[in-house]
């Protein structure tokens, strides 16, 4: 019997309307995937499940570089309850179908000339993505096939473990610095307890994007593998986590994790006030708009 991390989790992010409203597109046509497989989609997430392993594979589909939007965080959060409320799901891999992108993290447009509330409901569903991701019962695997800065790195280092494939062009880091905005303390305490506090402090305050093999080294990164080997990897690397007892792995998780979970959940409020009074500054929309005029201008 799986043991609840947090038996409730805060479900204030979702639309009204039943959950069936949402992935009825995802039934495939018969014979197209094999009879132990079961997949629902929506417009961002492709989902599939191999019920005879428990392990689900989501797939980012959300081009160009699967940004994460206020639609798309309240499709993975769905996505997410759904799997985790499947007793035949145990394990996940998270991967992108986006050529060359994990994904490129928090979605810049949707911090940019809005309005307050819309901050804070944006700022929600970030929280909610971490909170699920993070005190998930399933085996979560990162199967990071592209770069992943910023918010894509937070998804990876939110996973039990991270598997890269080796690429020079790729990067990965928390880069929120070079914005010139802050990574906020959930962040912050995620990334420290993957790589430890010298690392992450030199990496957050120079905002770092970290090639492959640094990534590797530093520990952002558990695993370097060809493009090729990465499915394989990543299914042999959940089904050695899902070998042992599904209570002890997960009462293990949850004490590790807890005082992290614990330390967000206590300031949740507090932590989108002070994204909304951070992110509304006139300093700070400048710097973004800049930014993105940066990343406009890299590619003429
Ligand atoms: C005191 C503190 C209290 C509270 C907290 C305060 C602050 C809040 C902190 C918020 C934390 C923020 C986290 C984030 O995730 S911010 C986002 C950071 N992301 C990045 O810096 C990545 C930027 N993108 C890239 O580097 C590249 O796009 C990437 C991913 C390497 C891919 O490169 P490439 O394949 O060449 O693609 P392009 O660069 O050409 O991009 C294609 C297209 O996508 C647009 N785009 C890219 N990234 C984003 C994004 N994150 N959001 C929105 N749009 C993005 C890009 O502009 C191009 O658009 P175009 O219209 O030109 O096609």
């Given at each position: ?133 993070y ?118 998780k949850?004490?590790m994790r807890k005082?992290v979970l ?39």
């Amino acid at each position: 019997m799986p043991v609840s991390l947090y038996a409730s989790p805060p479900g204030v992010l979702f639309p009204r309307g039943s959950p069936q409203e949402w992935g009825q597109a995802a039934r495939q046509p018969p014979g197209l995937l094999p009879a132990q497989c079961r997949a629902f989609s929506n417009n961002k997430i492709l989902v599939e499940l191999d019920t005879s392993s428990g392990v689900a594979t989501m797939k980012f589909k959300s081009p160009p570089v699967n940004s994460l939007s206020l639609d798309f965080l309240t499709e993975f959060c769905i996505s997410l309850e759904k799997l985790e409320n499947d007793r035949a799901c145990r394990g996940l891999i998270i991967t992108s179908a986006v050529p060359r992108v994990f994904s490129s993290g928090l979605d810049i447009n949707e911090m940019c000339g809005k309005s307050r509330e819309h901050y804070a409901e944006f700022w929600r569903a970030v929280q909610e993505m971490w909170i699920r991701l993070y005190s998930s019962n399933m085996v979560t695997v990162a199967a990071i096939n592209g770069s992943s800065p910023a918010g894509g790195c937070l998804i990876a280092l939110t996973c039990d473990y991270r598997i890269m494939v080796e690429n020079p062009k790729y990067i990965i880091g928390l880069n929120e610095a070079q914005l010139g905005i802050v990574a906020p303390f959930w962040f912050k305490d995620t990334f420290v307890k993957a790589v430890g506090h010298r690392v992450a402090e030199r990496s957050l305050q120079l905002g770092l994007l970290h090639s492959v093999p640094e990534a590797h080294r530093i520990g952002l990164v558990d695993e370097v593998v060809p493009e090729e080997k990465l499915q394989e990897k990543a299914a042999a690397v959940v089904a050695q986590w899902l070998a042992l007892p599904d209570h002890a792995r997960q009462l293990t998780k949850s004490m590790m994790r807890k005082a992290v979970l614990d330390h967000m959940l206590a300031h949740r409020e507090e932590d989108i006030q002070n994204f909304v009074n951070f992110i509304s500054k006139d300093s700070i929309q400048k710097s973004l708009s800049m930014y993105m005029e940066m990343l406009k201008k890299k590619k003429s």
